[in-house]
């Protein structure tokens, strides 16, 4: 799918430099964290990060497939093989929906909230390690400037509002 790149002129230096500094501060840091927590999360909770963040996504109200796919952007066809792959697990439940009997309504079993608990608790323990790192403040302003760079608005490098 193309997506459409605003014309605006070129940053200035500084930006630029910032930006390619932010990236691969993020990429080595996401890859750090997938060596560390992978295996962590295979031993401790029988499960990976894509698991976790499935069963956490459901725990958390995403309780139907199009909810699902459209919270972590993930296609419909891959996630039904994801869900297949949790419910031979006994992690998730597939139930009717009550009101919707075209409706598929999933839900963690037992398994699937020991699973995300233990889960939680490896990923609690290795990322605090690392945020542990940072002072009070330093933290606060990490958090702040986070949830600033994903607010939904605005999008520079979309037009007419649309999220890449």
């Known amino acids: 799918m193309a997506r459409s790149v605003k014309s605006s002129p070129p940053p200035d230096p500084a930006v630029r430099d910032a930006a390619t500094r932010f990236m691969t501060s993020i990429w080595q840091l996401q890859r750090e964290l997938g060596h560390e927590l992978d295996p ?12 976790y963040f499935l069963l956490r996504t459901i725990q958390d109200g995403a309780q139907y497939p199009k909810v699902l796919s459209e919270c972590l952007g993930i296609p419909p066809n891959l996630l039904s093989r994801f869900l297949s792959d949790l419910s031979a697990h006994g992690l998730i439940a597939r139930q009717m929906d009550e009101q919707d009997s075209r409706r ?61």
């Open 40 to 51: 962590l999360l295979r031993e401790r909770a029988g499960t990976d990060p894509r698991a």
């Open 104 to 164: 598929v309504r999933l839900s963690l079993t037992p398994a699937g909230t020991r699973a995300l608990g233990q889960a939680e608790e490896v990923i609690h323990d290795c990322i605090g390690a690392r945020l542990g790192r940072l002072d009070v403040p330093q933290l606060a302003a990490l958090l702040d400037a986070l949830r600033t760079l994903t607010s939904p608005d605005p999008h520079p490098c979309t037009t007419q509002g649309t999220r890449p």
